[in-house]
């Protein structure tokens, strides 16, 4: 079975600076997707950056970008010139790629970040 | 797009009473899925439709809880006999699969509090 297990449940960044969420995963699969989803408080859960594994090169999505280590099963999510909005619950997932999967995302646990001003 | 909704937002309930939650996807959506979140925690899959029809049920998804969705459009979860255990966000997502993306939308959840 494939699992998602994020070990930071709390990082704090200064307003400006960069920070690292890591997250490594299970999977005995070699075509899936890899995701980062912000939750803010009380509010919906949206999509930050997705990664397809066949992919080599990093995603990047403006001030977001992921270090994708297949082989090390390692996905973590870089945050660069963090601003006060990014304070929220980040999550890791994980999906098997193709149609004819079920598509379901399975999730670590969360990191909550603090942004400081 | 008027993205994912749910409702209601939250709903408190007695232990033992039934809870209808409803999912309205994006319109041309032809998945859709139901999470569960726990405090503090991810959300963990409970099913899922494709069009009309229910492909998969997690072991999460006991007796107690049935899903819909008629004609492939909203979708409703239905809680039976409810217990404090079932206390949880319960999360709606949908997605195009066959388009060019098949990201998952997520709605706002309903909360429910079983008393």
Redesign the interface.
């Given at each position: 079975a494939q699992t998602?297990t994020q070990s930071q449940p709390e990082m704090s960044v200064q307003e400006a600076e960069t920070v690292t969420l890591s997250c490594t995963y299970d999977t005995s699969e070699s075509d899936y997707y890899l995701f980062w989803?912000k939750q803010p408080p009380s509010?919906?859960?949206?999509?930050v950056i997705?990664q397809e594994a066949y992919k080599q090169q990093n995603a990047t999505e403006n001030r977001f970008s992921v270090n994708f280590q297949k082989a090390a099963k390692s996905f973590s999510l870089k945050i660069s010139d963090s601003q006060l909005g990014d304070a929220a619950m980040y999550?890791c997932?994980y999906r098997l790629h193709g149609?004819s999967n079920?598509?379901?995302?399975?999730?670590?646990?969360?990191t909550t970040l603090q942004v400081k001003p | 797009d008027t993205g994912v909704s749910q409702d209601p937002r939250h709903k408190i309930t007695k232990r033992g009473q039934n809870v209808t939650f409803r999912c309205d996807p994006i319109s041309e959506h032809n998945r859709l899925y139901w999470y569960r979140q726990t405090l503090g925690q991810g959300p963990e899959f409970l099913t899922y439709f494709q069009n009309e029809a229910q492909l998969e049920k997690s072991r999460l998804l006991s007796d107690r809880f049935s899903a819909e969705r008629p004609k492939g459009s909203f979708s409703t979860l239905e809680i039976q006999r409810t217990e404090q255990g079932d206390s949880a966000m319960y999360l709606c997502a949908s997605s195009l699969v066959g388009g060019r993306t098949d990201t998952q939308y997520f709605g706002p959840g309903t909360r429910l509090t079983v008393l």
């Open positions: 998602v989803y509010r919906q859960m949206i999509l997705r999550f997932a149609s079920t598509g379901k995302l399975i999730f670590g646990q969360g | -």
